[in-house]
């Protein structure tokens, strides 16, 4: 594995632990943000292995996923659960959006979310 992608793969990993001490902390809103962060440098990281071009300047995982010539190969679930996961980056950047989305994000939510976040970045990293 090339030095790039373990450099997104340690950052995706850090992005992680943060999530479940987010969860642990009842700070729901930044779980969600998290959760986002790791899956966003997975993907770099996916993108970094298999292709000589610089990382794209997006946090779209939907965009992310088909650039890496990952996205087809995703199971349908996944691909629902990037569709969830996608929203969370912004909204939990702009004050707009802030209230409503923390009322949106319940302890058994954040944890369905952390749950399904592990289980993508299981997969991805293991086709890495």
């Not at 965009?63 to 912004?90: H, Q, V």
């Not at 959006?97 to 952390?114: D, N, V």
Request: charged share 30%; net charge neutral.
């Amino acid at each position: 594995m090339n030095e790039k992608a373990k450099y997104w793969i340690d950052l995706s990993d850090y992005d992680f632990e943060t999530a479940i001490a987010m969860m642990q902390t009842g700070r729901y809103l930044y779980v969600g943000f998290m959760c986002h962060q790791t899956i966003e440098k997975i993907l770099k990281a996916y993108f970094s292995e298999f292709n000589s071009e610089t990382v794209p300047f997006t946090h779209s995982l939907s965009y992310l996923a088909k650039k890496s010539d990952i996205y087809n190969r995703l199971p349908e679930e996944m691909k629902n659960f990037i569709d969830i996961l996608e929203p969370l980056n912004i909204e939990a950047r702009y004050p707009s959006y802030k209230e409503r989305l923390m009322k949106s994000l319940t302890k058994e939510r954040c944890q369905s979310i952390l749950d399904n976040t592990k289980l993508l970045k299981i997969w991805i990293t293991e086709r890495l």
